[in-house]
């Protein structure tokens, strides 16, 4: 059984530890610091936490003891602008910094890369560290190529990298989730990226260009670790599932009780089984008819159940990020927290849940323990 | 030569005292201090050398002008406040 949680918040990062049959706060670190964005690493059993000081930037920490100490680590950093480059967000007219806005994304390199880190960021630089966080560099690749240039924002002001995820069969094959931007693709390594967004469409925009794949808002994309070939992906105007490797997506249209969101979750050995946390829509970011639930389906997308056993069902306003759903490597245990600072496990697949806490501050990024693939 | 004091906010972080430097400039003295002290730079500019957009110098009570360049002139009597600023005390938080 999975005994561990790491949970980042508005204002700190909390341990959640499953004793005598439940799952309490064990441990806070990083009271009052923004904590978007945690990577508990399988490989080696560090845990990175991304801190985001309001006056003093993005910052990166790292534990090798569960969370009792911490050593800061080096911060990925842009390259100096070129002299006279200005490049512009196509939505605000507004230069694009070379300069971390937020630690968005994450993640550990295949375990035949065992120094190899990945870090998306905002405003849309992907970092790769190969020495387990000493330094880090852009990846020039995909920041140079002209089509990352159109991405704009979403939620953000800028747009950013809140997803990755390493191909467990090969560790040169890595996607990427981009708000918004589509999804990305590199089969070498990072050496050359495409975009594959074959089949999602966003309301968003003009007829013409609803089908764009530079423009996709993709809010939270996750392969199936037994079965990388399949993806799912909640977009912005609905979900989508692939089996094909994210050569093209399929819309799932039947998600209750609505299609928008943010979280999406897969289970590691199904890919049929899935788990996204819905909300009323773009501009109603609240839980319909003020009622939390957990959106499951078993058969691909075909159909679904909406799971509420344990959850508020009445005057409950809690909206999930898109980090702050997460399933533990062995498929057993769901967890969930949200804007409101609630946080809930189910030990069978979301028939039921256990409310961890109902007053933890407002919560990002929800990650099991890690453990080797 | 001129002495600078950075926000107790920072001590939180690292060590970073008042310290007195060479500096004809605000970017000269920061720099010095940098020296010293290389884990702060990140922490007072961004990568691009800017000041951080929520930070907030002082050279002798006036707030500097160039905080880009940081070229603004620091007397060599001069004493150089790094502060915050108070619009990022509740750092960025939007909804996704």
């Known amino acids: 059984m999975t005994t561990r949680i790491w949970v980042g918040t508005h204002k700190g990062v909390f341990t959640i530890e ?25 490989r080696d059993g560090s845990l990175y936490v991304a801190l985001h000081h309001g006056h003093f930037g993005s910052k990166l920490h790292r534990s090798r003891d569960q969370g009792r100490s911490w050593e800061e680590m080096a911060v990925p950093t842009y390259p100096p602008k070129p002299e006279g480059y200005d490049e512009t ?3 605000s007219g ?23 880190l990945w870090c998306g960021t905002i405003p849309g630089g992907l970092f790769r560290s190969d020495d387990g966080g000493a330094s880090w560099n852009l990846v020039r690749s995909l920041w140079d190529d002209p089509r990352r240039k159109q991405w704009f924002g979403g939620g953000a002001d800028l747009p950013g990298i809140h997803s990755i995820a390493v191909d467990p069969r090969d560790g040169r094959r890595v996607l990427l989730g981009v708000s918004c ?6 089969r070498d390594d990072g050496a050359s990226w495409d975009v594959r967004a074959n089949g999602l469409w966003a309301a968003y925009m003009p007829p013409d260009r609803r089908e764009d794949p530079l423009i996709q808002d993709v809010h939270r994309v996750v392969l199936c670790r037994e079965q990388p070939d399949c993806l799912w992906t909640q977009h912005h105007n609905g979900v989508f599932r692939s089996t094909d490797g994210a050569v093209s997506w399929q819309e799932v249209p039947h998600v209750q009780p609505s299609v928008f969101g943010f979280a999406v979750a897969v ?7 899935a788990w996204t946390v819905p909300a009323i829509k773009d501009e109603k970011r609240i839980p319909v008819a003020g009622q939390v639930v957990v959106a499951r389906t078993r058969d691909g997308g075909k159909s ?68 080797a693939a | 030569m001129p002495r600078i004091h950075f926000t107790q906010n920072l001590q ?84 996704e």
Not at chain 1, 95 to 110: F, N, Y
Not at chain 1, 181 to 186: K, L, M, P
Not at chain 2, 74 to 94: C, I, R, W
């Open chain 1, 18 to 42: 499953r004793r005598s049959g439940r799952w309490t706060i064990a441990q806070a670190a990083f009271l009052g610091d923004d904590s978007p964005m945690l990577l508990p690493d399988p």
């Open chain 1, 89 to 91: 967000n196509p939505t």
């Open chain 1, 94 to 116: 507004k230069v694009i910094p070379w300069r971390v806005e937020k630690i968005w994304s994450l993640e550990a390199g295949h375990p035949g890369q065992p120094g190899v």
């Open chain 1, 181 to 186: 931007g589509g999804v990305w693709e590199t």
């Open chain 1, 267 to 273: 289970h590691p050995h199904d890919a049929r089984l």
């Open chain 1, 304 to 371: 679904f159940e909406v799971l509420r056993n344990g959850l508020p069902q009445e005057h409950a306003y809690d909206l999930t990020y898109r980090h702050a759903l997460d399933i533990a490597a062995n498929g057993e245990v769901l967890a969930f927290g949200s804007t409101t600072g609630s946080l809930w496990t189910s030990e069978d697949q979301g028939d039921s849940w256990q409310c961890v806490s109902e007053h933890l501050p407002p919560i990002l990024c929800v990650r099991f323990e890690g453990r």
């Open chain 2, 12 to 95: 939180r972080h690292l060590h970073c005292p008042s310290c007195t430097v060479a500096g004809q400039t605000v970017r000269e003295a920061l720099d010095a201090v940098f020296a010293l002290h290389p884990r702060a730079r990140l922490y007072v500019l961004d990568e691009q050398g800017e000041l951080r957009k929520h930070m907030v110098i002082f050279v002798d009570a006036v707030q500097i002008r160039d905080r880009v360049g940081l070229t603004d002139p620091v007397a060599s009597s001069g004493e150089v406040y790094v502060m915050q600023a108070l619009s990022g005390g509740a750092s960025d938080h939007q909804d």
